[in-house]
C-alpha cells in the first residue's frame, strides 16, 4: 500500500480560504471636529490643537476567521439524515433549502480540474525476442541488397542469369528463423508474477460535479441542482503487472472520522466501478475520483482493489476536512 499523499498534516483540505470581515469605523457625532492626532517618536503622547474639541473614534480590531467547518457528526445523525452523509442522498427540499444557505459572499470559491486521468501500457516481452528481432532485420537487410546487385549485373549483361549466391541464401534463412523465434517467444514466455500498487497522488478540493462530469466525459445524468453539488476530487494511481486479460474493480467509500462515530462508513458511500486492464505487461492509470461531502467535520476516503471479491491493494486519501459550502452558486456553474 502506497503512502497517502494527503496526510493530516499536508492536504490543502485543512488550509481552506480565510474569510475576514473589515468593520468601517464609525463616524464621528455631529457637530465635533476631529484632528488628526501628532505623535512623538519618543513617548508616544498625542496633543490635541488648541482651541479645538477632538473626539478619538476607537480602532476596531479584525481577526482573520476560518471558513466554518460542519460540528461534530453523531451516531443519531447518522443513523436518521440521509444529508449527513451525502448532499445528493437528502430530500429536495432540503437541498434547495442548503444550496439558498451557502450561496453567500463568505462562501470559498470551487476549483476547476486543469487535467484529467491516464493511462500507459506496454509489453515487457523477452530480451531474447528482441535480440531475434534484430538480427532477423539485419540478416533480411543484407539479403535485399544482395538480390538487387545479382538483379542489377543480370540486366546489364547478356550472360545467362546469375544463380543466387550463398551470402543472399543465408541472410533469407536467418531473417526466417530470427522472426520464427521472435513470434514462438510471444507464446513460450511466461507472464510477469501478478504485482500492484494504488497510491493517492493528489487531492483537489472544492469540485463541483458538474465540472467532473465535464472534465471525465461522464455518461451520465445528472439533475440540475446536483450539478451544484461540491466535493474532493482524489487522484489515484493504479500501477499494475502480469495482470493481463483479467478482471479488476476499483472500489471505494467515505467514513466518518469525527468523535463518537469515527471509522463509520456513511452509508450510501460506497462505489464499485470496473478498472479497465489493458492488453499488456504492464500498466499505470491515473484515476480522479470525485467525493461527495459529509456532515462531518472531518472524513476519509478510503480505496480497494479488488479482483473477484478479493482485496489486492487498498489506500486512503488520509483525514480532510468537511464544508458547510457543499453547493456552488448557479451562476458559478454557470460560468464554469
Known sequence: MGPSAASADSSPLLDQDAVVEASPPAPPAAGTATTPATTTPTDD???????????????????????????QMSAQALRTDPGSRDA??????????????ACTPQRPPINKMLAIGGLVAADEGSGWARL??????????????????????????????????????????????????????????????????????????????????????????IRPLDRREVGNVV???VRL???RGKRLALQYATYSLDRGVTGALLPGTKKDVRLRVTDEDTQTSFIPIWVGYPKSARFEAQFRLIENDEIRQLTSSGPMRGSTYRYACSREVRAA
Do not use: W
Open 45 to 71: 503622547t498625542t496633543t490635541p490643537t488648541p482651541g479645538t474639541l477632538t473626539t478619538t473614534t476607537p480602532e476596531t480590531l479584525t481577526t482573520p476567521t476560518r471558513t466554518p467547518a460542519p460540528a
Open 132 to 221: 531475434a528481432l534484430f538480427i532477423a532485420a539485419c540478416f533480411a537487410a543484407i539479403g535485399l541488397v544482395a538480390f538487387f546487385i545479382r538483379r542489377t549485373a543480370d540486366r546489364t549483361s547478356n550472360a545467362p542469369p546469375a544463380v543466387r549466391g550463398r551470402l543472399e541464401t543465408l541472410s533469407v534463412l536467418v531473417a526466417i528463423i530470427g522472426t520464427l523465434v521472435a513470434i514462438a517467444d510471444q507464446f513460450v514466455t511466461e507472464p510477469p508474477p501478478p504485482e500492484s500498487a494504488m497510491t493517492v497522488r493528489d487531492v483537489l478540493p472544492r469540485v463541483t460535479r458538474a465540472e467532473y462530469a465535464h472534465r471525465t466525459k461522464a455518461d451520465v445524468r
Open 88 to 101: 445528493a442522498a437528502q430530500s429536495d427540499r432540503s437541498k434547495r433549502r442548503e444550496a439558498r444557505a
Open 241 to 243: 503487472t502480469g495482470y
Open 235 to 237: 487522484l489515484l494511481e
